[in-house]
């Protein structure tokens, strides 16, 4: 089945504990994104990658990083959350194939409290 | 300036009827996407429908379709026979083809919430 997968799925943290959400695909996608959704402003872009070792910040970069150092993961990395990073994360993934026609594919979501 | 704006935060309809949700967008791009999701209670995104700026006819899929007026940019989605499923947050995206760093970021507007009822 093609799908996006994040793990893990909830997670409450403290301030300034490292984390890492995962994220891969097993679509062969080229292009994965992580966004952040936060209520009344929908969802917003941390950061993406056009392919493998190809990063680049989004509307919202600071406060994480990213690497993609294999095609089908983009993990999302929290060197030092603080409280406004809780929020609910997705990833996404989609081919470069078609240009505006392609299909971004969402994960099922983190749900992210920084206590 | 919003490049997507969703001005209904929040919708009834009756189970069986059709719905209309808004959807307007900003772009100086001649070429663009427009998608719809829809994310449930659960949290998922599930994609529903893309139209693409050049596309003649209005995108179908199912009971969604999708009212693209390009002159008043405007992109409804329409839903016919609403059933109780239907329940969730609907959210509008476009994608602008700037063959540029980040053309193929989705940008969405702030959703709006559809409540069928019995």
């Known amino acids: 089945e093609a799908q996006v997968t994040q793990n893990p799925r909830y997670l409450i943290t403290v301030t300034g504990k490292k984390l890492t959400v995962t994220c891969s695909q097993n679509m062969n996608h080229e292009y994965m994104s992580w966004y952040r959704q936060d209520p009344g402003l929908g969802l917003r872009q941390i950061y993406y990658s056009m392919n493998v070792e190809v990063t680049d910040k989004g509307d919202v970069p600071e406060g994480y990083k990213v690497s993609r150092k294999e095609k089908r993961n983009f993990p999302l990395i929290l060197e030092s959350p603080s409280p406004n990073q809780t929020s609910l994360y997705f990833c996404a993934s989609s081919s470069l194939a078609g240009g505006v026609t392609d299909t971004q594919y969402f994960g099922p979501g983190t749900r992210l409290t920084v206590l | 300036a919003q490049k997507i704006t969703q001005t209904q935060p929040g919708m009834f309809v009756q189970e069986k009827e059709a719905v209309t949700l808004d959807c307007t967008y900003d772009t100086s791009d001649p070429s663009y996407g427009l998608f719809w999701y829809k994310q449930p209670s659960s949290g998922e995104m599930i994609f529903l429908i893309y139209?693409?700026?050049?596309?003649?006819q209005n995108a179908t899929e199912g009971r969604y379709s999708l009212n693209f007026q390009k002159a008043r940019k405007s992109a409804n989605l329409v839903i016919s026979a609403s059933q109780l499923g239907d329940s969730a947050m609907y959210f509008c995206a476009m994608r602008e083809g700037r063959v540029n760093t980040g053309f193929q970021k989705l940008v969405f507007g702030t959703g709006t919430r559809l409540l069928v009822s019995p």
């Open positions: 139209q693409g700026s050049y596309d003649q």
